[in-house]
């Protein structure tokens, strides 16, 4: 298959959703690092509009683009390794360097930690520990990178170690049984499955070794990514059954919703209607996918002047933009303003400060791998100088 723009198009508004949500967890009743003083019950209803779905289809466009990165390596290995380069670096320097401000907030806010930021960073957040119940150091949003990075690297140790029939075979039978509707009825059945084999649930964790319940369903979307890159059949079928996942979607959701509005605060659900409540989420979130995906292709496949850079934008965005959404809403807890001027103001900084992150950290060579962009390379007239020299 040739370049899909669709895809691009829908990663990049999953990435720009995400800083989104990430803002109104600031508003929101549930955890986060940072919390305004005027928290909101009903945020969390628009919220769950995409709570189900947002996280799996970042990790279908993964897939999908990991498909298209091997098809230019050399082999499994030469795959592994260039990924390798590719995530770690951003990781660990995020850990080291852009993650720390937020356990600082969230430790001053929330757990009347008093030192200051420099005597946290260099005395408190390198103990490999925890610190008022917070595990330090910490890599917080950046656990997508990790994840990422594993299941890359499973993958690759899977087809160097599978003959290329064997995985040929596997992903002919996973096509058989993704053909025609069952490309939405399979996915969600197994999605029913995992919230029953969980019930009452089990909390994502994002911690690597615990999350067992999360790796199986988005080590599972990174792998239908994969697989979707080189079939024509799949994408048949999506093209095909779409507007039934968009209706199976607002169906799930409505029921989220309904759900949501109703028990907003105490009392809890009853476990019946808890279990309701995970199976509306089940088809919400495969029935939208499949949508995205339908939709991206029939209105989004084809390309614009600012794709390229957008496209190239989205992982440095990715990497601060929680880091700045912490620091700022850190800040307005003590400006006493209302809720509407610190969402305004969390947007504009939070855009701002992103695209400042990524237009300063693309011009300066030895930061480019740090932050997710490939290094520079030389221009002709550089080599063909130190070929004479």
Known sequence: MGRHYGMDWLRIAAFGLLIFYHIALVFVTWPYHAKTAHPIDWVSVPMQAVNAWRLPVLFVVSGYASRAILAGCAGAGDFAWGRTKRLIPPLLFGIA??????????????????????????????????????????????????????????????????????????????????????????????????????????????????????HRVYAAMFLFGFLLRGSERIWRSIRRWWPVGLVLGLIGYGVVAALEISYMGPPRMSRDLWFAFGVARAVQSWGS?????????????????????????????????????????????????????????????????????????????????????????????????????
């Open 289 to 389: 996918i499949i949508a995205l995906l339908g939709i991206a292709d029939r209105w989004f496949n084809h390309d614009h002047p600012v794709r390229a850079m957008l496209n190239e934008a989205v992982f440095p965005f990715y990497l601060i933009h929680q880091t700045i959404i912490v620091v700022v809403a850190g800040v307005l807890l003590r400006a006493n303003i209302g809720p509407l001027a610190e969402f305004v103001v969390l947007v504009a900084a939070t855009v701002a400060g992103c695209w400042a992150f990524y237009r300063l950290g693309r011009e300066i060579g030895w930061l480019r791998p740090l932050i997710g962009l490939r290094g520079r390379r030389a221009s002709p007239a550089r080599t063909g100088a130190g070929a004479k020299s």
């Open 97 to 214: 360097v852009i993650v720390p401000p937020q356990s600082w907030v969230e430790l001053s806010t929330q757990h009347r930690y008093a030192a200051g930021f420099w005597h946290f960073w260099v005395h408190d957040y390198f103990r490999f520990g925890k610190l008022s119940g917070i595990v330090l150091p910490a890599w917080n949003h950046l656990w997508f990178v990790l994840y990422l990075w594993i299941y890359t690297c499973a993958l690759a140790v899977g087809l160097a170690v599978l003959p290329r029939r064997a995985s040929g075979f596997a992903g002919k039978m996973v096509e058989h049984g993704l053909a025609g509707p069952l490309v939405l009825i399979v996915p969600i059945a197994l999605l029913i499955a995992q919230v029953a084999w969980t019930f009452p649930g089990a909390r994502e964790t994002h911690a690597l070794i615990d999350d067992g319940p999360v």
